[in-house]
T-cell receptor, first 114, second 115 residues
Framework: EAQVTQNPRYLITVTGKKLTVTCSQNMNHEYMSWYRQDPGLGLRQIYYSMNVEVTDKGDVPEGYKVSRKEKRNFPLILESPSPNQTSLYFC?????????????FGQGTRLTVV | AQTVTQSQPEMSVQEAETVTLSCTYDTSESNYYLFWYKQPPSRQMILVIRQEAYKQQNATENRFSVNFQKAAKSFSLKISDSQLGDTAMYFCAFMKGQGAQKLVFGQGTRLTINP
């Protein structure tokens, strides 16, 4: 089954404690992205990757890091989380157009930073 | 930069009614894609319908159809014969044709279908 798997689904942490949210896709997609969802703002892109070792900032990259060492994995790293990073996070993957433009999303990670 | 605007934060209709969700966007691109995503309480993002900008014909998927007005930069979603399972947050989204690295989302419309 084609899918994007995120872990964990829920996470409560304290300010300053480094954390990693994992993302893995089994569709051999080139493109992967991280988004955060906040009420009234929709989803906003944090970082994206167009292939292994190729990453770039999205619209709201401050406070986040990513890496793409393997095609299937794209972890999101918060080196020193702060309360304003409390949000719902989604990982997504897409094939290179025009093959297919549909983005496949993970199940989401609800992060609370206290 | 592209922007997507959904001006209806919340909507509510009775089961079996038809409802239309509005979306406008701003872009200088000529080649792009537009999407409607559904997010039920499970939080899963589900693709409802997709429209290629170069296609004049409006996309349809069963009870879901769009009214794509390219000149007006409008992309509304019509849900016919609404069902309780349609209750969800709906997001309109834009993607440039060159490179699928970014979806730009609207703010979302929370739709409630009442029995």
């Amino acid at each position: 089954e084609a899918q994007v798997t995120q872990n964990p689904r829920y996470l409560i942490t304290v300010t300053g404690k480094k954390l990693t949210v994992t993302c893995s896709q089994n569709m051999n997609h080139e493109y992967m992205s991280w988004y955060r969802q906040d009420p009234g703002l929709g989803l906003r892109q944090i970082y994206y990757s167009m292939n292994v070792e190729v990453t770039d900032k999205g619209d709201v990259p401050e406070g986040y890091k990513v890496s793409r060492k393997e095609k299937r994995n794209f972890p999101l790293i918060l080196e020193s989380p702060s309360p304003n990073q409390t949000s719902l996070y989604f990982c997504a993957s897409t094939a290179r157009p025009p093959v297919n433009t549909e983005a496949f999303f993970g199940q989401g990670t609800r992060l609370t930073v206290v | 930069a592209q922007t997507v605007t959904q001006s209806q934060p919340e909507m509510s209709v009775q089961e079996a009614e038809t409802v239309t969700l509005s979306c406008t966007y701003d872009t200088s691109e000529s080649n792009y894609y537009l999407f409607w995503y559904k997010q039920p309480p499970s939080r899963q993002m589900i693709l409802v319908i997709r429209q290629e900008a170069y296609k004049q014909q409006n996309a349809t998927e069963n009870r879901f159809s769009v009214n794509f007005q390219k000149a007006a930069k409008s992309f509304s979603l019509k849900i016919s014969d609404s069902q309780l399972g349609d209750t969800a947050m709906y997001f309109c989204a834009f993607m440039k044709g060159q490179g699928a690295q970014k979806l730009v989302f609207g703010q979302g419309t929370r739709l409630t279908i009442n029995p």
